[in-house]
């Protein structure tokens, strides 16, 4: 069982709505990371948080937006997705953000956008 | 821009044999080096973790070396077992900020009974 919790496990949205990955992590890691996977791909690292504060945005369009409202939380806020956002995406966690540790993750949200 | 590169794509062994996998990077600055397997529909699970100062590392029947000079790692798995068919992910941590880690392709391994 993985230590990174993400939920829901699935998600179908309409273009039009808004809705928010949730992920939470109970090892006193504080650094966290979300990452986009689309089918037969590597993960994409889209946003790391370290410290609860933003330290990496790999220019993901605004329709994502991260929070991370304490240590063990953090959120991927989405509104007016596109079809091709449509991808499983992933949340991990690492003691720090220095890159020292190894990043821990958790099995994904999957996403499909009508 | 860091590339990682991972060799064979697809692999495919009857079950007992052990097997090597390849990973190579173009920028040898980096933090370390960790390999992941991946099943269908689920996240990644982190195996090794190989620091930039180290040569290798193992757990288990898994031995992952690495040598940052070439920009080069393996993955050698002993006595493959039927459990071992996944993706395994090769993914390299630079950058001036730490924690970005750029991944490879990935190669599918099956092992067969």
């Known amino acids: 069982d993985t230590e990174v919790t993400q939920t829901p496990k699935h998600l179908v949205m309409g273009m039009t709505n808004k809705k928010s990955l949730k992920c939470e992590q109970h090892?006193?890691?504080?650094?966290m990371y979300w990452y986009k996977q689309k089918a037969k791909k590597p993960p994409e690292l889209m946003f790391v948080?370290?410290?609860?504060?933003?330290?990496i945005n790999e220019s993901v369009p605004s329709r994502f937006s991260p929070e991370c409202p304490n240590s063990s939380l953090l959120n991927l806020h989405l509104h007016a997705l596109q079809p091709e956002d449509s991808a499983l995406y992933l949340c991990?966690?690492?003691?720090?953000?220095?890159?020292?540790?190894?990043?821990?993750f958790g099995d994904g949200t999957r996403l499909s956008i009508l | 821009k860091q590339e990682v590169t991972q060799i064979p794509a697809a692999l495919s062994v009857p079950e007992g044999e052990n097997l090597v996998l390849n990973c190579s990077f173009t920028?040898?600055?980096?933090?370390?080096l960790q390999w992941f397997r991946q099943d269908p529909g689920k996240g990644l699970t982190s195996l090794l973790l190989i620091q930039s100062s180290q040569r290798e590392q193992t757990s288990g029947r898994l031995n992952a070396s690495l040598d940052k000079s070439s920009g080069r790692s393996t993955l050698y798995i002993a006595a493959s077992q039927p459990g071992d068919s996944a993706t395994y992910l090769c993914a390299v941590n630079s950058g001036t900020s730490g924690s970005r880690l750029t991944f490879g392709e990935g190669t599918q391994l099956t092992v067969n009974p």
């Open positions: 090892m006193g890691h504080r650094a």
């Open positions: 920028d040898s600055a980096i933090y370390n």
């Open positions: 991990a966690s690492s003691q720090d953000g220095q890159g020292r540790q190894p990043q821990h």
């Open positions: 948080y370290s410290y609860e504060k933003l330290s």
